[in-house]
């Protein structure tokens, strides 16, 4: 959306640009929701019970890409229409050839630019806000097929590496076919300043109307949790993300240099598991861009 939004000839100014956007979410929600009909459920007499009285017939997508979509609308807003650094147009034909031609300007969005959980995050966070409540309102109102209602999501399943596959480069300096973020969660290439600031980025939005799941999953290396110290100051930041409002949080502990190892070794290392996404896997049935994906994500201490 906000790369066809970048493309539009119907903005002058950045409001008008997210006007674009807003009708881009619209658009593809309609889509979305028009198309799911006649909805089959196998036979379940635990479901049909939960069902019962039409309580439990509600319908959800998933926002897959937030802070991807945050971040690019962050970096257009301060490069093109604050600082006037770069044109609209150069950052459309870097985003088109996969910025071959541009490494400049890949280097400027990939790792200056402003970032969900980052040094300069307030922008991209105002924006994950406006663009959520956007997501909401284009859900609001209708009816599924069931008599139920549809509700914005900030998860992912696992489409934040099967949607990436489809996707080109974007405006935050993301290459063509690169992972997403897992969930509602930092990009990969975000520089961040530790888990506080993340949760204090992710946990500021409007929850009570993109509630259709969607954790923020932190990676916490391995060794605190040996540490007493360090297992109370984890609980405390639960505790801060709850206080703040947060919807959900996802903690895992890994080791870089294990799963690495794990690679190249998987014989030695067959009772390694690790989270995913709603469900956790032994590390070597993984396929392979599921375990890089795991090892990419930024691993935090406390």
Same mark, same amino acid.
């Given at each position: 959306v906000v790369n066809? @939004?970048?493309?539009? /000839?119907? !903005?002058?100014? !950045? #409001? #008008?640009?997210?006007?674009?956007?807003?009708?881009?979410?619209?658009a593809e929600c309609d889509k979305i929701t028009s198309s799911i009909n006649n909805?089959? !459920?196998? +036979? =379940? +007499?635990?479901? #049909?019970?939960? *069902? $019962?009285g039409r309580k439990y017939n509600n319908f959800g997508i998933h926002g897959c890409g937030i802070s991807c979509a945050a971040d690019s609308l962050a970096a257009v807003k301060k490069y093109v229409f604050d600082e006037k650094k770069f044109s609209l147009e150069r950052i459309v034909k870097a985003i088109d050839d996969n910025?071959?031609? #541009?490494? /400049?300007?890949?280097?400027?969005?990939?790792?200056?630019? +402003?970032?969900?959980?980052g040094d300069d995050s307030n922008v991209s966070t105002e924006i994950s806000g406006i663009i959520t409540e956007m997501f909401a309102d284009a859900l609001e109102g209708k009816k599924n097929c069931l008599g139920g &209602?549809? *509700? %914005?999501?900030?998860?992912?399943a696992m489409f934040y590496l099967w949607h990436a596959r489809n996707l080109g480069a974007t405006a935050d300096g993301r290459l063509a076919h690169e992972?997403?973020?897992?969930? !509602?969660? +930092?990009?990969?290439? %975000?520089?961040?300043?530790?888990?506080? $600031?993340?949760? /204090? @980025?992710f946990s500021s939005q409007n929850f009570n109307r993109i509630l259709n799941g969607g954790p923020l999953t932190l990676e916490f290396a391995s060794s605190i949790f040996a540490d007493d110290s =360090? &297992? $109370?100051k984890v609980a405390a930041l639960i505790r801060y993300f709850i206080s703040r409002g947060g919807h959900q949080l996802q903690l895992n502990a890994v080791n870089a240099d294990m799963l690495?190892?794990?690679?190249k070794t998987p014989e030695e290392f067959r009772q390694l598991v690790v989270r995913i996404w709603g469900w956790s896997a032994y590390f070597i049935e993984l396929d392979k861009e599921f375990q890089d994906h795991v090892i990419s994500r930024q691993e935090y201490t406390v």
């Open positions: 066809n @939004a970048l493309r539009s /000839e119907n !903005f002058s100014c !950045f #409001d #008008d640009l997210m006007t674009c956007v807003k009708e881009g979410i619209t909805v089959w !459920f196998a +036979p =379940s +007499p635990f479901l #049909d019970l939960l *069902r $019962s910025f071959e031609s #541009d490494p /400049e300007l890949l280097h400027v969005l990939r790792h200056e630019a +402003p970032k969900m959980g &209602i549809w *509700r %914005a999501g900030t998860g992912t992972a997403l973020g897992t969930n !509602f969660s +930092p990009t990969l290439t %975000a520089k961040v300043n530790g888990p506080v $600031s993340v949760i /204090e @980025a =360090s &297992i $109370s690495k190892s794990a690679q």
